[in-house]
């Protein structure tokens, strides 16, 4: 056998081989994904939730709201919030520098008068021109600043904070009335918790009454339709596992709840990383590592947050770009602590797994799509290597597509009408025909852009939650 051959073969077995272990390691999550979200639902019932209010056991909620640019949706979402099931909490919004009509909207729906008040700057921020309180809701305040990015207003709003709790939540998103309440629970069960991430779900498609999802359909187009397959997937058969082992490493920035001090502590949201929300979630995790103190970061499966996903591939393409860059930024920030043991199941096993096979991933399987063709080209092609190539890579893929699926509509019960949970499970095999190869190949694009695009944002737009107005959305 010649060395070209030997070549081949020893590359297609090696990405057989990867496939095999990211496939083994996709069915460990999944099935403590299960497992968490089959707990979950049989332990926390709506009587407890009651309990815990009437025994007055909450912890005060800070709710931090940026928003650049958001006129399309941000009247909506904050009368969500402001609706929340939760005896004592107060919003923040930050407006970064808008320049649409986003401030005036504020000012006319919730009757924003200047509020000269004093506070504690514990966070360096872009200059701060005004701060509002709404005479309408004692508990809003609306703070107009110097555009800094997500990252400088979140750290804005949370210097105006007064509460032990804040929740991170995006402009454009919807809270369920009880997301907050079923989150903070966990901090009071268990003072070493300092941080919960919530279940993020598409807020396409759904049904609205008073600013509220009362109900859910598939939403029309197929590009939204395999989002909500990929959320389903990423929090339940991702997320949950992590937080299983304790070795969660994100908490999304669209819904998550964290101990005000802790994150003041750590710095606040880095402002030099276009992906801010798992940048701080490994930070925190280094802290409490080097200190010896005990923590615990959590997922839990049922706090939601409903929010607006990419309609077009374009606007899709740029976000995912995003994504991976920024994944890539925080793991090169922190690349010491890899295969360290003083950062315990972080360093030993969650970090080797995002960098081989969260950032390593697109690359490997557009190099086993690339050498199905070279290898058949120049004879080198074993059969073998297709048929377990295209099963590892995508038969088992659409099977843990399905077992999300499951969980999502029948354990669950999000989508109700028998047509939607059908073509939940039909894009649970369709997303692996073109769609998944242009994300992946996306994905191997942001690998290399991480030093040229860095600190870019994007363009996303938004239809709104309720108006069909559009917001272009970047970062510098």
């Excluded at 640019?69 to 005896?87: C, F, R, T």
């Excluded at 999300?404 to 059908?422: C, F, H, K, Q, W």
Aim: charged share 20%; net charge positive.
């Amino acid at each position: 056998m010649s060395p070209w051959t030997w070549a081949f073969v020893v590359v297609q077995f090696s990405i057989l081989a990867y496939f095999a272990i990211l496939n083994f390691l996709f069915a460990l999550f999944g099935y403590l994904g299960l497992r968490a979200v089959t707990v979950y639902a049989r332990d926390l019932s709506t009587a407890a939730l009651k309990n815990i209010l009437e025994r007055e056991l909450e912890m005060p909620v800070s709710i931090l709201v940026a928003a650049y640019n958001e006129e399309a949706g941000i009247v909506a979402s904050l009368h969500s919030m402001l609706s929340l099931h939760y005896p004592e909490f107060e919003v923040i919004v930050a407006s970064d520098g808008s320049t649409d009509r986003t401030m005036e909207l504020l000012t006319e729906h919730f009757a924003l008068v200047v509020d000269p008040r004093i506070y504690r700057r514990s966070l360096p921020t872009e200059p701060v021109l005004r701060i509002f309180r709404s005479l309408r809701h004692p508990n809003l305040v609306v703070v107009e600043k110097v555009r800094g990015g997500r990252a400088d207003a979140l750290n804005a709003a949370m210097n105006m904070a007064r509460y032990p709790l804040i929740a991170a939540v995006d402009a454009d998103s919807l809270l369920d009335a009880e997301a907050i309440l079923r989150a903070s629970r966990l901090f009071l069960e268990d003072e070493t918790v300092i941080g919960v991430g919530g279940t993020i779900r598409p807020l396409n498609g759904a049904v609205l009454v008073d600013g509220r999802v009362a109900g859910l359909q598939m939403p029309s187009g197929w590009i939204e339709r395999y989002q909500v397959l990929e959320y389903a997937r990423a929090f339940f058969t991702g997320r949950a596992g992590w937080s299983s082992l304790g070795g969660l490493l994100v908490i999304s920035g669209a819904f998550g709840l964290f101990r005000r001090d802790p994150v003041i502590e750590a710095g606040g949201y880095s402002t030099d990383t276009v992906c801010e929300d798992i940048e701080l979630t490994v930070r925190i995790h280094r802290k409490y590592k080097r200190a010896g103190t005990p923590y615990k970061i959590l997922f839990s499966p049922d706090p939601i947050c409903w929010t607006e996903v990419p309609r077009s591939m374009k606007v899709l393409r740029s976000q995912r770009n995003r994504w991976h860059r920024g994944l890539w930024e925080t793991l090169w920030r922190y690349r010491r602590m890899l295969f360290n043991p003083r950062y315990g199941t972080v360093g030993m096993v969650a970090l080797p797994y995002f960098w081989v096979f969260e950032g390593l991933a697109p690359l490997v399987e557009v190099l086993g799509y690339v050498m199905l063709p070279l290898s058949f080209f120049f004879g080198f092609l074993f059969w073998q290597f297709a048929v377990l190539f295209l099963f590892l890579a995508v038969m088992l893929g659409m099977l843990m597509s399905q077992v999300s699926v499951g969980i999502e509509t029948l354990l669950l019960a999000r989508y109700p009408r028998t047509r939607d949970r059908l073509i939940l499970f039909l894009a649970g095999f369709l997303e692996f025909f073109g769609y998944r190869q242009v994300l992946t190949v996306e994905r191997v694009i942001a690998m290399f852009q991480i030093r040229t695009k860095r600190r870019t944002w994007g363009i996303m737009t938004r239809h709104g939650i309720s108006s069909p107005v559009m917001a272009g959305r970047s970062r510098p």
